[in-house]
């Protein structure tokens, strides 16, 4: 039988290493698909994960158990991508010419035998993350959380910090930015 996450913080907080390598087990994919989604890099997102964990276990007597393990995890892991986010965003603002790097990148030929379709499939991600970038970071991290990781609209509360009509709120203006921001591309596909 699986133990709850309940008992596992209870024998983390007793000192049982083993409590916390089976919430860091359970939760870490988790935690690096919302980092991933937030910061778009893998890298980030590794750091993330393991930032997050770290202040999890550094913070772990200040957890109360009214919350879910789960929730509080999503936010301390989405408020240390965001703050990444905006690192890197402040640094890139610094550096003259951009990120030549990533122009790069998304300038590389592909061995796709079907160009037209790569072309196309570039031109949805290219859009797609303009978008994202597009939204608030209060918007960007609840609609993630909500559409990709699947978590109620209370538990995205929680994580946020915010209410619940303020979650739905983000959510839907998140929705209906990425809709119009994708909308001419749906046009043209037709």
Do not use: C
């Not at 200040?62 to 240390?80: C, H, K, L, P, V």
């Amino acid at each position: 039988m699986e133990e709850s996450d309940a008992a596992a913080v209870a024998r983390a907080k007793a000192g049982d290493s083993d409590g916390f390598r089976l919430l860091v087990e359970r939760h870490s994919r988790s935690v690096f698909r919302l980092a991933y989604r937030i910061t778009g890099n893998e890298q980030d997102a590794e750091d993330v994960v393991q930032e997050t964990f770290l202040r999890a276990y550094k913070q772990l007597e200040s957890f109360e158990s009214r919350a879910s393990f789960g929730t509080w995890i999503y936010r301390i892991a989405a408020n240390y991508s965001l703050d990444l986010v905006r690192s890197r965003k402040r640094y890139q603002d610094q550096r003259p010419g951009g990120d030549a790097e990533q122009d790069l990148l998304l300038a590389a030929p592909s061995s796709d035998p079907l160009p037209d379709r790569m072309a196309y499939s570039a031109q949805v991600q290219k859009r797609i993350a303009s978008a994202m970038a597009a939204l608030s970071e209060q918007e960007r991290t609840a609609f993630v959380l909500r559409h990709f990781e699947g978590l109620s609209i209370e538990e995205i509360a929680g994580a946020l910090g915010v209410g619940a009509s303020a979650t739905k709120h983000s959510v839907f203006r998140a929705v209906q930015k990425l809709r119009r921001a994708l909308e001419p591309l749906v046009n043209t596909a037709i």
